[in-house]
């Protein structure tokens, strides 16, 4: 029987000192483990596109030269505004009706000169022909020359009736105002209901227009000036020749953050109506001038790395492969860099690349 105990006992010892030998060996396979589990595990990678950048050249004015205001005056009108048919806003073209006065609508006239007299049957000169060029434009074709005959009193009949005039014998010069161009209506002076204006009183007023403009450095424009019908104008000459900026081929200008197409000598507008919501009277506005470097590019400044010798670094994914690539870096701002290097519009970079996958540039 003590034989026996004897026998268990060692039995036990040998086991226990087997546990205690192979724990230490069982405990760090257990840890090799875990840790490939979590060499396994690794963070995605994040790529990013290369674009192609868009740099500001500054901001710049564009000086304006405003034109002269233009005004319809009245003729020599007596009686009663009964109605004007015209507002702020509208465009006064070549025979639109602009006022009446006792009953007869008196329309706009585009002649070379003002009419200044009545006429008539036999009457000669200039004005008579003037005459017969304005009806035959406005629909009452048929006479010509420098005599008013009774086929031009046919025709001026034919306007009477239309206007509401009665049956005349002579043509009423005061049934036309003179328009010197056609022009936006700015404001109006004639009330309905009020005496018809005076002679030489303005019946409507045109909207300021512009007539000139000039891309010139931001500071350099003059003091207004008060132009020849009271509206502001820009003394060009007084603007320093080397103040005044060139829009290089490419680039492009903004006003308000809308491009503006530039004229062919890059220091004009072509077209300075999109200026239409400038203030009356300013003597310029502000604008900015962008430009596409075809080789500077823009990427993440998280892509890039500075490798060994200082050298600045990203990955491009090429299919299944990344390759490292040196770059230039320009500048950066706002978590943009501006580089350039073996790289196309288009192409993928990996974001904060690892140590281990970075290679050599």
């Not at 230039?328 to 519009?345: F, M």
């Amino acid at each position: 029987m003590e034989k026996s105990d004897s026998r268990v006992g060692r039995t036990v010892f040998l086991a226990a000192l087997v546990v205690w030998l192979l724990a230490p060996v069982v405990l760090i396979a257990v840890v090799q483990a875990h840790q490939q589990r979590v060499v396994l595990v690794q963070t995605p990678e994040v790529l990013a596109p290369v674009t192609a950048s868009v740099e500001s050249a500054g901001a710049v004015e564009i000086a304006i030269d405003w034109g002269r205001q233009v005004r319809l005056i009245a003729p020599g009108w007596s009686g009663t505004v009964e109605q004007v048919h015209v507002e702020p806003g509208d465009r006064i073209e070549d025979g639109s009706p602009v006022i009446t006065i006792d009953g007869i609508e008196r329309r706009a006239a585009l002649t070379p000169r003002p009419f200044t007299r009545p006429l008539s049957i036999g009457d000669r000169g200039a004005d008579v022909r003037m005459l017969h060029e304005w009806l035959a434009e406005s629909g009452y074709p048929g006479a010509e020359g420098e005599v008013f005959t009774a086929g031009t009193m046919e025709r001026v009949r034919a306007l009477a009736a239309d206007i509401g005039a009665k049956r005349p014998s002579a043509f009423d010069w005061t049934w036309l105002v003179y328009l010197p161009e056609e022009f936006t209506v700015g404001s109006v002076e004639a009330l309905a209901a009020a005496p018809a204006p005076a002679a030489g009183e303005a019946v409507v007023l045109g909207a300021a227009a512009i007539k000139d403009t000039l891309i010139v450095e931001p500071g350099s424009v003059p003091e207004r000036q008060a132009g020849e019908e009271n509206v502001a104008q820009t003394a060009f000459e007084q603007i320093p020749a080397d103040a005044v900026v060139t829009v290089p081929v490419g680039a492009e200008l903004r006003v308000r953050d809308e491009p503006v197409v530039v004229g062919e000598d890059g220091r004009r507008l072509e077209n300075p109506d999109v200026l239409e919501r400038v203030p009356s009277g300013a003597a310029s506005v502000p604008a900015v001038l962008v430009y596409r470097d075809d080789e500077a590019l823009m990427l993440p400044s998280a892509a890039v790395w500075v490798g060994a010798g200082a050298d600045t670094c990203v990955l491009r994914v090429e299919g299944d492969e990344r390759v490292t690539v040196s770059v230039t870096v320009a500048s950066g701002a706002n978590g943009q860099a501006l580089v350039t290097g073996d790289l196309s519009v288009g192409d993928r970079v990996v974001l904060a690349p690892p140590a281990a996958v970075r290679g050599s540039c």
